[in-house]
């Protein structure tokens, strides 16, 4: 089972702790007897745990292969015999090599020739496609999809590097796409809905067109040497839940899928007609399409070998160049983030300024706090306001503004942290004001 939890439910080691639990439970009369059981139990559980960690590790790299491998459906409105791959499996083109000789020949032909040379590309995007499989006959429903990991393997250091996408891991934009008839045509935005927990979700318009989204570029250059990466690794989480929260749970009904991608471009501040009479960015690779459940689920792209998905034709692959790594080494280091359990400390020192308004400026509260800290990365600061979630901060400063004229409202706020595996931390002090 694909899903944020990699561990098996029921492991040796989680039986063993209840088996610790019970014995606790026995009368003081046998203190002696079950004081040596516990020891001898929690050398055991020392024993195990390892064993614990390797199957969750195992857990995770069968689930990261089988994302790159076939589609668990088909997709609704892609013909059988349709000759785009991407469509029914997984594939990787550029891979690992971010640059123009990696490009599909002779298949993807800008007129601009510089774009096929050996140039490094340096910037990166992440997206996904959301599709209804056949036989969807959910109404009600609507798709989370969050969490955005992008990480690149450093070649020089064979360390990870996690790329910051800029929106806290939510989508930033979202079209509704119809792949039939061999074309991609466009119908404008999706329908989008921000959440209470400040994630977007999408529901499928009448037609039932696919959804294509993303987030934002990402300059390669801020954090590594495009010729300097390794390997690729895209993170997409999915959670089906309902549009209309009075209506008919229908979700047990939907077979709906998404597919984690990426997809190089020279510059960010490249555009598509750049590649013209090409209509479309040459991709990293895309995952299969896997299936959204009613719990988080993620969704996984990498460049890894095996599966041994397709890979077009280049120059730089002819040339013996290579845009994958092998899965085995890929296994033994993956990125850390997978594996962390650590949450980022508390904010702290919460204080508040008010700030009257003025001609040119609106009322506003504007917050402060000491940065948290992380085993590997705090990724941003969730903002609350009488304990509603308004906002998010990459910084430890926030300004939460007041176009209308005060009410004697009392606002309250506090901030929490999170991390690039989604942990919270605990709260930070509260402060209040009123206006």
Known sequence: MNTDQHSIQTSVFQRLIIKVLRIKQV????????????????????????????????????????????????LLNVLVDDTRPWLKQAMITM?????????????????????????????ITPWFVLSPAVGNAATNVRVKVFGINVHVLVKSTNTWKRLDTGSFGNTTWARNKDYSGGGSAD????????EPDG???????????AIHGGARMIDIKKYVDPSNIAAVFVHFKTQLILDNTSGVDDRALAKILLNAAADYYPEVTSVINDF??????????????????????SHY??????????????????????????????????????FDTTAPSAPTALSLIFNHATTTAWASNDL?????????????????????????????????????????????????????????????????TVY
């Open 187 to 194: 119908f404008g935005n999706a329908n989008s809905r921000k």
């Open 27 to 74: 009368s003081t009369n046998n203190t002696s007897r079950s004081s040596s059981a516990i020891v001898s139990l929690f050398m055991l559980l020392s024993l195990v745990s390892p064993l614990v960690s390797l199957d969750a590790s195992a857990g995770l790299i069968d689930s990261i292969k089988a994302d790159m491998q076939l589609n668990e459906a088909p």
């Open 199 to 209: 994630t977007i979700s999408y529901k499928f318009n009448s037609a039932s067109n």
């Open 95 to 123: 891979g690992n090599a971010p640059r123009g000789d990696a490009t599909p020949s002779p298949k993807w032909d800008p007129y601009n020739k510089t774009l096929k040379t050996s140039t490094p590309w340096n910037a």
């Open 276 to 297: 013209a009479p090409m209509g479309y960015a040459p991709p990293s690779g895309s995952s299969r399409f896997g299936l959204v459940k009613t719990f988080i689920r």
């Open 301 to 338: 792209f990498a460049t890894i070998d095996p599966p041994g998905t397709p890979k077009p034709i280049s120059e730089y692959l002819s040339k013996g160049g290579e845009v994958t790594i092998p899965a085995t080494q890929f296994e033994a280091n993956m990125p850390p983030y997978l």
């Open 368 to 432: 402060s706090w000491h940065n948290s800290t992380d085993n590997l990365v705090v990724a941003g600061y969730n903002i609350y306001r009488n304990g509603k979630l308004i906002g998010k901060s990459s910084s430890n400063h926030y300004k939460d503004s007041f176009p209308t004229a005060g009410t004697g409202t009392t606002y309250t706020y506090k901030v929490i942290a999170f991390d690039s595996a989604g942990k919270l931390s605990a709260s930070s002090n509260t402060v209040t």
